[in-house]
């Protein structure tokens, strides 16, 4: 399988995630499109590790899932939080930090 | 050496004053002032016996312009000795006579300053060398006369006559100044020998510095307001020295002006002098009197060196200086005694209560007058000799000799015979000697000077020309004589109006053109100086609101990034992302 | 045998697609349940493309940690939150931004593809050096790496000591809703 199908595959969930980021207003969805966009570079990085033949690449994607781990349990928890205060999960209503 | 010691002892009198003269006392200011003028007319006068001083003299100092010809140098010509003498002879006097008359003022130690600065500045103007060290001199008299003038700070009438005198003197200034840079430009030297014949534009320009020192139509205007200052200034600046420099300056450049120029100063001072005498001849105030009549000689004096008279005019100067500063001092004398009682019409029979006073004033009116054996006959005469062949001037000349001695006669009437015409005229008591002596030495001056130099006893340096034909001088000495019965018949009863009234309105408020010139000329320069200012100022802080709008305009358009919508932020970020890969990949440095 | 595919590429076609699919599935669903399920779809078809390329313990810590921890995070905070309602759709100011996503998307894809297909990576295949021996795993996380080992496990305490301090009930709010 030659690794450009890999890294366009890759490319096109980054895409995905990214449009879904913008386009969503429910927090919960974004942070779905985030590690969409996460599991992207997963696989982007997965790919090189083998086209190269070297285990980096595999280490950095299993410290990817750590971190994103560690990043979705605080995320949820400020969402909880900012949902408790305007009975939203609407991003646009939650615009506290304007000016 | 000597030479430069003539400027730098009232210099160093001043400075000492100014530095240190905090510390001293009344007395002290006036020793000092008046010592150092001392000594410098004693260097003067050693000059003038020592052999082989004279014309020629040169003295350097050292270099100072980087110009041609513009150095620290001083030069004696063919007037410089007469000259130095009379002005540090005469400001000696009047320094002592100003101890007694500043007696009980607080701002001695300004007022002999300045007196002593002036002397120095004024002594530039006669020795200068070049026309730098000259005008030097000019600029620093203006200076001292602004602030003798304005000596009494407190009274807004001296400060606004302060300014005034300078702002006018400001005109000819630069006037003279840009006549300067002509003669630079074009003969590339300053130095007063060897300027050679200069264009009648140079000359003109440096005809009217003269005429706005030496208070002649129509600069003339700032005079009779500067009597605001003490009297003894009134006789040491604005009679005998500072507004003869006009005269001075004429006489050194003699014939490098353009004859045309030359022409013009004499039928200026013939008409300065004959519109002036008129005024001299309504007025009330003792003290404008005396300042338009200086106004009038120094017309006569103006007629002289026009004429290229260089004798006459200097033998004016010189007599002039001193019986004008005769009867300003006498003037002084009287205000001494009277509380500063101004009016003439309130003035009157002083001569019972102030005898010397009376006698010296009354040399002083008789040289102003011109009657023999007065000084100021002879240099009259002189005068009208030189214009035998100019029938109008001559007819001016001896016209105003005329008026001079009808209002001279007028004022001494006025003042000091009759019925006293006040409480304060009725209690005068005779001044203290040290302003005595001054006032008698003056005065005797004013009798003996003419005689002497007529006689030959006393020479000016300068090679004097075929004396007056008898004609004229009878003629000039009748006319003089009448003159003086007239205003003394006319006055005697205490009627002080000499003129038909529509005249002597008019000649009173000195023919308007003072009002003219403060309501024309310093109201439209008021006007545009104030339309300039609200110029800059709204047009800065036009600026300045512009800039803050624009700040506030751009930090408004930043302001909409700070939305505190997640999604627009993301939005951007991602854009942002983009718009840098594209360039890594597009600029040359992606993969290949 | 030498069929026209391999094997592998079969596999990759088949999990790419489910994976495409359900990817933008979890993604555009305004059901936020639904989406989570999607995303473990997601999620499972991209361990079967790591064990395709030969990266079991990868592949074993993706479902664990991603599709089992995380996923599982992700639900219980959806049920949380289940009656707060986000308005998107109907009046929604902001309908540039979602044409902005949808072109600012666009072009990253393909600048993306321009860079990957303009890149000289020769064709590769799968079979030379992929160290898959669970040794070389283990060297590498715990010898070379193991910094960055300890540091993400310091990072998941932090953040686990921050997700109870920003989630839990403030003792002077009302349980929600205020009102």
Sequence with gaps: ?99 | ?592 | MDALVSAEQVLFAVAGAICLLAAANAVFRKDTLAAAVSLVVTLLSLAVIYLGLGFEFLAAVQVGVYAGAIVVLFTIAIMILSHARANESGTRAWRRLDLAGAVIAAVLFALLAAAILRGSLPVAVTAPASPTDIDAMADALFVRFLLPFEVASVLLLAALVAAVVLARKRSSEREWPRR
């Design chain 1, 1 to 99: 399988m030659p690794t450009t199908a890999y890294l366009l595959l890759g490319a096109l969930l980054f895409a995905l995630g990214a449009a879904g980021v913008v386009m969503r207003a429910n927090a919960l969805s974004m942070l779905v499109s985030v590690e969409l966009m996460l599991n992207a570079v997963n696989l982007t990085f997965v790919a090189a590790a083998k086209r190269f033949g070297e285990l980096d690449g595999v280490i950095v994607a299993f410290f990817v899932i750590a971190v994103a781990a560690a990043e979705v349990a605080v995320g949820l928890a400020i969402v909880i939080d900012v949902a408790r205060r305007h009975v939203s999960v609407d991003v646009d209503r939650a615009s506290d930090l304007s000016g």
């Design chain 2, 1 to 592: 050496m000597t030479l430069w010691l003539t400027v730098l002892l009232p210099l160093g009198g001043a400075a000492l004053l100014a530095l240190a003269g905090g510390r001293l006392g009344r007395r002290a200011h006036g020793a000092i002032g008046t010592g150092s003028i001392a000594l410098s007319f004693g260097a003067v006068l050693s000059m003038t016996a020592m052999a082989g001083a004279g014309p020629g003299v040169h003295a350097t100092l050292g270099p100072w312009l980087p110009l041609p010809g513009a150095d620290l140098a001083l030069a004696v010509d063919r007037s410089g000795l007469p000259l130095a003498l009379m002005v540090t002879g005469v400001s000696a006097l009047i320094a002592l006579y100003s101890i007694g008359y500043l007696a009980r003022d607080t701002g001695t130690q300004r007022y002999f300053a300045a007196l002593d600065l002036f002397v120095s500045a004024m002594l530039l103007i006669v020795l200068g060398a070049n026309l730098a060290v000259v005008f030097a001199g000019w600029e620093l008299v203006g200076l001292c006369s602004y602030l003798l003038i304005g000596h009494w700070r407190e009274r807004p009438a001296a400060a606004a006559a302060a300014v005034k005198a300078f702002v006018v003197n400001r005109v000819g200034d630069a006037a003279f100044l840009i006549g300067l840079f002509a003669i630079l430009a074009d003969r590339h030297t300053l130095a007063i020998g060897s300027l050679g014949p200069l264009s009648v534009a140079v000359s003109a320009l440096l005809l009217a510095g003269a005429v706005a020192k030496s208070a002649q139509f129509p600069l003339h205007v700032w005079l009779p307001d500067a009597m605001e200052g003490p009297t003894p200034v009134s006789a040491l600046i604005h009679a005998a020295t500072m507004v003869t420099a006009g005269v001075v300056l004429l006489l050194r450049l003699g014939s490098s002006l353009a004859p045309e120029a030359l022409g013009a100063a004499a039928a200026l001072g013939a008409l300065t002098a004959l519109g002036a005498a008129l005024v001299a001849l309504a007025q009330t105030d003792l003290k404008r009197v005396l300042a338009w009549s200086t106004i009038s000689q120094i017309g006569l004096m103006f007629v002289g060196a026009g004429l290229g008279a260089v004798f006459a005019a200097l033998f004016h100067l010189v007599a002039h200086a001193f019986f004008k500063a005769t009867l300003f001092l006498g003037a002084g004398s009287v205000l001494h005694a009277t509380g500063d009682e101004q009016d003439v019409r309130r003035l009157g029979g002083l001569a019972g209560r102030l005898r010397w006073t009376t006698a010296a004033f009354a040399a002083g009116a008789l040289g102003l007058a011109a009657l023999p054996p007065a000084s100021g006959f002879f240099s009259k005469e002189a005068i009208a000799t030189a214009a035998l062949d100019r029938p109008w001037l001559l007819a001016a000349v001896l016209l105003t000799g005329a008026l001079s001695a009808l209002y001279a006669a007028r004022l001494f009437t006025l003042v000091f015979l009759g019925p006293a015409g006040s409480e304060a005229s009725a209690a005068a008591h005779e001044s203290p000697l040290v302003m005595l002596v001054p006032l008698g030495a003056l005065g005797l001056g004013a009798l003996g000077f003419g005689a002497l130099v007529a006689g030959g006893a006393v020479a000016l340096g300068v090679p004097e020309p075929a004396s007056a034909p008898p004609a004229l001088a009878l003629g000039g000495g009748l006319l003089a004589a009448a003159g003086v019965a007239l205003g003394w018949w006319r006055s005697r009863s205490g009627g002080h109006g000499l003129l038909p009234p529509a005249l002597g309105h008019a000649a009173l408020a000195g023919f308007g053109l003072d009002a003219l010139l403060a309501g024309g000329g310093a109201r439209s320069v008021a006007a545009i100086a104030s339309a300039l200012e609200h110029g800059a100022e709204a047009t800065l802080q036009w600026s300045l609101d512009a800039a803050g709008r624009l700040v506030t305009r751009a930090g408004a358009q930043v302001q909409r990034a700070e939305s505190g919508f997640v999604r627009s932020y993301e939005a951007f970020l991602l854009a942002g992302a983009a718009l840098l890969l594209a360039l890594w990949s597009l600029g040359g440095t992606g993969p290949r």
